[in-house]
């Protein structure tokens, strides 16, 4: 028996096989779980990888358009699942983050504050916006996981999405202080680069992926997102019944150390 057997979970920010979402969902089916889906942009892309998750391509889990900036799509979510069969849910995997180029890549002194309040939007307050959203579903509890980036150090190129991710770890720590009193757990997984298609799209993200396996005591392998969906997948778990506001370091060591040797 799985460690989320019997679970629901809804998964967001799967678009391909190589979305960390994707290995979330793909880990939480192994794991027992019954999962459901957002997409955002392209439902069709996300319905299509979705075939390719263990339970197959004659029942791929549901796929719900879902655009966390969206109010309306927000109000709406909770019976789009309802409508899938999903009465409750136990669990909610946030793995969504956007800036606008002109926020990365070396233009932090530049960039205006709308591109700035895009990124914060949709990579920081997605996080309370989709947890509410999904709070009638959890009237049970549950446990919501976040994907970050360690915020407390200022990384080449990664600029105001920087900022955006010390919103959003300053964010789950009060959505854990508010819905801790309804069961409801709030944790963030901070993983080291890994290459996705968000990833790619960071002008000079190449460097950090350059630095990390020789500076990670234990090194690590930018294509292998088996460490971060399994730890989000113990989250998401019973595993961790007293464990709210914390961030979980899947980097291969790397905030650990000062600098590499």
Same mark, same amino acid.
């Given at each position: 028996?799985?460690?989320?057997?019997?679970?629901?979970?809804?998964?967001?920010?799967?678009?391909?096989?190589?979305?960390?979402?994707?290995?979330?969902?793909?880990?939480?089916?192994?794991?027992?779980?019954?999962?459901?889906?957002?997409?955002?942009?392209?439902?069709?892309?996300?319905?299509?990888?979705?075939?390719?998750?263990?339970?197959? &391509?004659?029942? &791929?889990?549901?796929?719900?358009?879902?655009?966390?900036?969206?109010?309306?799509?927000? %109000?709406?979510?909770?019976?789009?699942?309802?409508?899938?069969?999903?009465?409750?849910?136990?669990?909610?995997?946030?793995?969504?983050?956007?800036?606008?180029?002109?926020?990365?890549?070396?233009?932090?002194?530049?960039?205006?504050?709308? %591109?700035?309040?895009?990124?914060?939007?949709?990579?920081?307050?997605?996080?309370?916006?989709?947890?509410?959203?999904?709070?009638?579903?959890?009237?049970?509890?549950?446990?919501?996981?976040?994907?970050?980036?360690?915020?407390?150090?200022? $990384?080449?190129?990664?600029? $105001?999405?920087?900022?955006?991710?010390?919103?959003?770890?300053?964010?789950?720590?009060?959505?854990?202080?508010?819905?801790?009193?309804?069961?409801?757990?709030?944790?963030?997984?901070?993983?080291? &680069?890994?290459?996705?298609?968000?990833?790619?799209?960071?002008?000079?993200?190449?460097?950090?992926?350059?630095?990390?396996?020789?500076?990670?005591?234990?090194? $690590?392998?930018?294509? %292998?997102?088996?460490?971060?969906?399994?730890?989000?997948?113990?989250?998401?778990?019973? $595993?961790?019944?007293?464990?709210?506001?914390?961030?979980?370091?899947?980097?291969?060591?790397?905030?650990?150390?000062?600098?590499?040797?």
């Amino acid at each position: 028996m799985g460690i989320l057997e019997g679970k629901r979970i809804l998964v967001t920010g799967v678009l391909t096989d190589a979305s960390i979402g994707f290995h979330v969902a793909r880990v939480a089916q192994e794991q027992g779980a019954e999962v459901a889906l957002t997409a955002y942009p392209r439902p069709t892309l996300t319905q299509r990888t979705a075939k390719r998750l263990p339970s197959g &391509p004659d029942d &791929p889990p549901p796929v719900i358009e879902l655009d966390v900036m969206n109010t309306e799509q927000l %109000d709406g979510l909770a019976g789009n699942l309802r409508d899938h069969g999903f009465d409750h849910l136990d669990g909610v995997m946030h793995a969504i983050a956007f800036a606008p180029q002109n926020a990365l890549g070396g233009n932090f002194l530049e960039t205006p504050w709308e %591109d700035v309040a895009t990124a914060v939007h949709a990579s920081a307050y997605s996080l309370k916006s989709l947890t509410m959203a999904c709070l009638p579903l959890m009237k049970d509890g549950g446990s919501v996981v976040g994907l970050d980036f360690d915020a407390t150090k200022s $990384w080449p190129v990664y600029d $105001w999405m920087g900022v955006a991710k010390a919103g959003l770890e300053s964010c789950a720590r009060y959505l854990a202080k508010y819905l801790g009193p309804q069961g409801i757990r709030v944790n963030l997984v901070a993983a080291g &680069p890994l290459a996705t298609m968000a990833a790619k799209s960071i002008p000079g993200f190449e460097g950090m992926t350059e630095l990390w396996p020789k500076a990670a005591p234990l090194g $690590w392998d930018i294509k %292998d997102s088996e460490p971060t969906a399994r730890a989000c997948a113990a989250l998401l778990s019973d $595993w961790f019944p007293a464990t709210t506001g914390e961030i979980v370091h899947v980097d291969g060591g790397l905030h650990s150390v000062g600098a590499p040797a």
